[in-house]
T-cell receptor
Framework: AQSVTQPDIHITVSEGASLELRCNYS??????LFWYVQSPGQGLQLLLK??????LVQGIKGFEAEFKRSQSSFNLRKPSVHWSDAAEYFC????????????FGTGTQLKVEL | SQTIHQWPATLVQPVGSPLSLECTVE??????LYWYRQAAGRGLQLLFY??????ISSEVPQNLSASRPQDRQFILSSKKLLLSDSGFYLC????????????FGQGTRLTVV
């Protein structure tokens, strides 16, 4: 069965600083990987996704993620964080069966200091 | 893209009362539908998923049930709520093709008192 680990529960960065959120996955085949963002009390919004091809994926709001098969990682990055990026971020891996469901990590709460 | 309508946004219910949360989807046909529950620090727990009308799979044993009476309608129910049913419930819709993204509703905050 697939699984996702987000080792950082909370991260605090200063506005304008760079950001990297870690995600490690476990999956037996080529994974489909996603990053979602959630503002307080809201649903989840897709930031970016990886299916195949170029391992560096660009998303919305200036985010990017790099797929590294050798490290089973799909880390999310942003070169300069804005105060509005404060939210919770979830990494997810797609399944092959069982309704094509996504398995989510436990999330990383991002705080941005002004 | 898809739009997921989920209501109510917040709900306070006494222990032992029934529950019905509704989710409807626009902008797609024959989606896979999901109910997730979110607890602080525990990520998203998949409760139920459905690949078609009347087809429900349960991921975890619990006090809740789900139904899909129409292609784009997904309902989460309980006959008698427990305190442990409190949480943030999210409905999601996803295409049947592997690797498609999931679209989420805005969620329902359920507090059982």
């Amino acid at each position: 069965a697939q699984s996702v680990t987000q080792p950082d529960i909370h991260i605090t960065v200063s506005e304008g600083a760079s950001l990297e959120l870690r995600c490690n996955y476990s999956y037996g085949a080529t994974p489909y990987l996603f990053w979602y963002v959630q503002s307080p009390g809201q649903g989840l919004q897709l930031l970016l996704k990886y299916f195949s091809g170029d391992t560096l994926v660009q998303g919305i709001k200036g985010f990017e993620a790099e797929f590294k098969r050798s490290q089973s990682s799909f880390n999310l990055r942003k070169p300069s964080v804005h105060w509005s990026d404060a939210a919770e971020y979830f990494c997810a891996v797609g399944a092959t069966g069982g309704g094509n469901k996504l398995t989510f990590g436990t999330g990383t709460q991002l705080k941005v200091e002004l | 893209s898809q739009t997921i309508h989920q209501w109510p946004a917040t709900l306070v219910q006494p222990v032992g009362s029934p529950l019905s949360l509704e989710c409807t989807v626009e902008g797609t046909s024959n989606p896979n539908l999901y109910w997730y529950r979110q607890a602080a620090g525990r990520g998203l727990q998949l409760l139920f998923y459905s690949v078609g009308i009347g087809q429900i799979s349960s991921e975890v044993p619990q006090n809740l049930s789900a139904s899909r009476p129409q292609d784009r309608q997904f309902i989460l129910s309980s006959k008698k709520l427990l305190l442990s049913d409190s949480g943030f419930y999210l409905c999601a819709s996803q295409g049947a093709v592997r690797g498609t993204e999931a679209f989420f509703g805005q969620g329902t905050r359920l507090t059982v008192v």
